[in-house]
């Protein structure tokens, strides 16, 4: 990421403290916040300390049947002593590559499941079934019928009604 050197951040942040920028062909998008509760920036009333202020970078690639991997990377600016924050130009993208990383680690994390998954004939393992050619699915419970011949029938009708007269 490039550093825009004449924002106190790094980039450009609205009136809210966000912005978004494009990196490693990915939409990302950054939050800048302080943690207080307060809309006004001042020390804490307790502690007579300013609040940190956090920089949080994320995005997210939907890719087919709804699979999303996410990135996400989060860098807290402490304050020093009693005075305020100063603005750290790098945090940002400290923040952005953090969330790239996560991404890259995410991916690795997806693909190594879907291997694991993966058997010879192309189905998945996890499904219960113990690949014998079986009789019962574990995960559903149902019975598969493997056999050929004739089905008989040998239960017993009762009838407990009573027939409507003419």
Not at 6 to 33: C, F, K, M
Not at 57 to 62: D, V
Not at 110 to 137: H, I
């Amino acid at each position: 990421m490039d550093i825009d050197t004449s924002q106190p951040w790094g980039l450009a942040i609205d009136y809210a403290g966000r912005a978004t920028l494009t990196e490693a062909g990915h939409t990302v998008y950054v939050n800048v916040s302080d943690t207080s509760f307060n809309s006004i920036i001042a020390p804490d009333s307790i502690t007579g300390t300013y609040s940190p202020v956090t920089i949080t970078a994320q995005f997210s690639e939907t890719g087919d049947n709804g699979a999303v991997l996410r990135g996400t990377g989060r860098v807290t600016v402490m304050p020093v002593g009693t005075d305020p924050v100063v603005p750290d130009r790098t945090a940002v993208q400290r923040a952005v590559a953090a969330a790239l990383a996560d991404f890259r680690a995410n991916t690795a994390a997806y693909v190594a499941l879907c291997a694991a998954w993966t058997t010879d004939e192309g189905e998945g393992q996890g499904d219960g079934d113990t690949g014998t050619g079986g009789e019962t699915d574990q995960a559903t419970g149902t019975e598969t019928d493997t056999g050929t011949g004739t089905d008989t029938d040998t239960g017993t009708e009762t009838d407990s009604g009573t027939e409507p007269t003419a």
